[in-house]
């Protein structure tokens, strides 16, 4: 058994091992037609039920073969030009080159002593991200596991820093199309469940900062303390970027902190073309980057950055055995001092060799290409009059319904897009996401693979109105 151990003595095996890995996938990329088989839950989990965990192969080839059957063969690709669902990126090369190196050497980015040069490279980074944001001279962060782990970490400093004598009292602020993990940081906060104040948008999906002054404002009179703006750089649903200044300007008002989630919208700090269009973002207090997003990165790849490095003692907890407080003063490096996570991984080395073979200009025009698209699958659609788009986009998405000229009542329209969504998951010919507008049933794109064409939208656009018609064919069928 010890054959398996990666060291010294198998170093060869590792080598033809990964290799083989390595191979089997290139293969599927090399041949991937469609970005899903279709399959069902009830096909594939029985071949899931049926091995055995106990009775071990222990052969590689043998166990890439099984591989093949439960999830190689059928798994959603990415990389295919017709996967244009949820914000999940083609990854680039160079990042998966860092992948194998940092799985293999496996450093823990926790401690100094479980890294040495892995901690310098993610500080290198986060000084590199910092830059490009504008967020002074005395800022830092950290990498975490996701956008959803950096926002909480965010308002926990904000929840740490507000000047309040109880929680109850502390509110935090963010449009109607922010991310959900703001509302659930807060319940694991342990602030209470009106903590979250929900701030309308407009028919652009930018928070409306009229009536983010008027809530600021209540929340004074109230003698309730706000905590936390939660502005979104690119949400989830439209790619829409809240008016940065104006809530920056706000905030300062008011006093509190300003958190910008760019989960999705960093990707414009690579840009050479759309960069201005998170103006603003450098008056931040603290800043979430999901680089798995619209970097390119394999998951996982993000970070949480702040203006003021001495915040990050809230999430500091000094333990004997791993990171006492005589390291500080002997001035070690440990990277568990800022972050929420223990033993973490390297995954800022998937970065650094991206920046290293392409520079962050190839990285940004990959963003910008995606951003193009997206505005020529708007004209598209806005010229299609099969279909209602919902906003001009700020990013790379566009939300959508299939309305037929002949259908007037709202929930067949809903029950055709719901259907269309699913039977095309199905056919494993193109996937797209959904979403909910004003109740309403939409289709979403989201592209982030600059190999996805305007042929690939249009020839997407009628295999959709196909699959809804059939279904609205049908249910006449049945009403008759
Ligand atoms: C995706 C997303 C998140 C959550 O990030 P994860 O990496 O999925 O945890 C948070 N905020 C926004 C705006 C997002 O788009």
Same mark, same amino acid.
């Given at each position: 058994?010890?054959?398996?151990?990666?060291?010294?003595?198998?170093?060869?095996?590792?080598?033809?091992? #990964?290799?083989?890995?390595?191979?089997?996938?290139?293969?599927?990329?090399?041949?991937?037609?469609?970005?899903?088989?279709?399959?069902?839950?009830?096909?594939?989990?029985?071949?899931?039920?049926?091995?055995?965990?106990?009775?071990?192969?222990?052969?590689?080839?043998?166990?890439?073969?099984?591989?093949?059957?439960?999830?190689?063969?059928?798994?959603?690709?990415?990389?295919?030009?017709?996967?244009?669902?949820?914000?999940?990126?083609?990854?680039?090369?160079?990042?998966? !080159?860092?992948?194998?190196?940092?799985?293999?050497?496996?450093?823990?980015?926790?401690?100094?002593?479980?890294?040495?040069?892995?901690?310098?490279?993610?500080?290198?980074?986060?000084?590199?991200?910092?830059?490009?944001?504008?967020?002074?001279?005395?800022?830092?962060?950290?990498?975490?596991?996701?956008?959803?782990?950096?926002?909480?970490?965010?308002?926990?400093?904000?929840?740490?820093?507000?000047?309040?004598?109880?929680?109850?009292?502390?509110?935090?602020?963010?449009?109607?199309?922010?991310?959900?993990?703001?509302?659930?940081?807060?319940?694991?906060?342990?602030?209470?469940?009106?903590? #979250?104040?929900? #701030?309308?948008?407009?028919?652009?999906?930018?928070?409306?900062? !009229?009536?983010?002054?008027?809530?600021?404002?209540?929340?004074?009179?109230?003698?309730?303390?706000?905590?936390?703006?939660?502005?979104?750089?690119?949400?989830?649903?439209?790619?829409?970027?809240?008016?940065?200044?104006?809530?920056?300007?706000?905030?300062?008002?008011?006093?509190?902190?300003?958190?910008?989630?760019?989960?999705?919208?960093?990707?414009?700090?690579?840009?050479?073309?759309?960069?201005?269009?998170?103006?603003?973002?450098?008056?931040?207090?603290?800043?979430?980057?999901?680089?798995?997003?619209?970097?390119?990165?394999?998951?996982?790849?993000?970070?949480?950055?702040?203006?003021?490095?001495?915040?990050?003692?809230?999430?500091?907890?000094?333990?004997?055995?791993?990171?006492?407080?005589?390291?500080?003063?002997?001035?070690?490096?440990?990277?568990?001092?800022?972050?929420?996570?223990?033993?973490?991984?390297?995954?800022?080395?998937?970065?650094?060799?991206?920046?290293?073979?392409?520079?962050?200009?190839?990285?940004?025009?990959?963003?910008?290409? #995606?951003?193009?698209?997206?505005?020529?699958?708007?004209?598209?659609?806005?010229?299609?009059?099969?279909?209602?788009?919902?906003?001009?986009?700020?990013?790379?998405?566009?939300?959508?319904?299939?309305?037929?000229?002949?259908?007037?009542?709202?929930?067949?329209?809903?029950?055709?897009?719901?259907?269309?969504?699913?039977?095309?998951?199905?056919?494993?010919?193109?996937?797209?996401?959904?979403?909910?507008?004003?109740?309403?049933?939409?289709?979403?794109?989201?592209?982030?693979?600059?190999?996805?064409?305007?042929?690939?939208?249009?020839?997407?656009?009628?295999?959709?109105?196909?699959?809804?018609?059939?279904?609205?064919?049908?249910?006449?069928?049945?009403?008759?």
């Amino acid at each position: 058994m010890r054959s398996h151990l990666l060291n010294d003595t198998t170093a060869e095996r590792y080598r033809r091992s #990964v290799t083989e890995g390595i191979e089997r996938v290139a293969a599927k990329l090399a041949t991937t037609d469609r970005p899903f088989t279709g399959i069902t839950v009830d096909t594939l989990a029985p071949r899931i039920a049926r091995i055995d965990l106990d009775k071990p192969l222990r052969d590689t080839t043998a166990v890439l073969d099984e591989l093949e059957d439960v999830y190689l063969r059928d798994a959603v690709y990415f990389h295919h030009p017709r996967y244009l669902a949820h914000l999940n990126c083609p990854v680039v090369i160079p990042a998966v !080159v860092g992948e194998a190196v940092l799985s293999a050497v496996n450093s823990s980015l926790d401690t100094w002593d479980q890294s040495a040069g892995g901690t310098l490279i993610e500080r290198k980074l986060i000084d590199w991200t910092n830059e490009r944001l504008g967020l002074g001279p005395a800022a830092d962060g950290v990498f975490t596991s996701g956008g959803s782990q950096s926002n909480l970490q965010a308002l926990l400093l904000a929840r740490e820093e507000a000047k309040s004598d109880s929680h109850a009292k502390l509110r935090i602020f963010a449009s109607e199309a922010g991310h959900f993990s703001v509302k659930k940081s807060a319940k694991l906060l342990g602030l209470g469940q009106d903590s #979250v104040v929900t #701030v309308p948008v407009g028919h652009d999906k930018r928070m409306q900062t !009229v009536a983010l002054a008027h809530e600021l404002e209540r929340c004074r009179r109230d003698g309730l303390v706000p905590m936390a703006v939660v502005a979104t750089a690119g949400t989830t649903d439209f790619g829409s970027i809240d008016p940065l200044p104006e809530i920056a300007e706000l905030c300062e008002q008011f006093g509190a902190w300003l958190h910008v989630d760019a989960a999705y919208g960093c990707g414009l700090l690579a840009s050479l073309k759309n960069r201005h269009r998170i103006d603003g973002i450098e008056r931040a207090d603290s800043v979430t980057v999901d680089y798995h997003k619209s970097f390119f990165q394999p998951v996982s790849s993000s970070a949480v950055l702040v203006r003021d490095a001495a915040t990050l003692r809230h999430a500091t907890y000094h333990a004997e055995y791993l990171n006492p407080q005589r390291m500080v003063q002997e001035r070690i490096p440990n990277q568990v001092d800022k972050s929420l996570q223990t033993t973490r991984r390297f995954d800022a080395l998937k970065l650094w060799m991206t920046l290293r073979v392409m520079g962050a200009d190839g990285v940004g025009r990959l963003f910008d290409e #995606v951003c193009d698209l997206a505005e020529e699958g708007w004209r598209l659609l806005a010229a299609d009059p099969r279909y209602d788009v919902v906003v001009a986009p700020s990013l790379s998405t566009l939300v959508f319904r299939y309305i037929p000229a002949a259908v007037t009542d709202p929930a067949e329209i809903d029950r055709a897009n719901l259907y269309a969504r699913k039977a095309l998951f199905a056919s494993g010919d193109a996937v797209v996401a959904g979403t909910k507008v004003g109740g309403r049933h939409f289709l979403k794109f989201t592209l982030l693979n600059p190999e996805t064409t305007t042929d690939d939208i249009s020839a997407v656009l009628d295999l959709i109105a196909g699959h809804a018609e059939q279904y609205l064919g049908e249910s006449l069928d049945r009403a008759s």
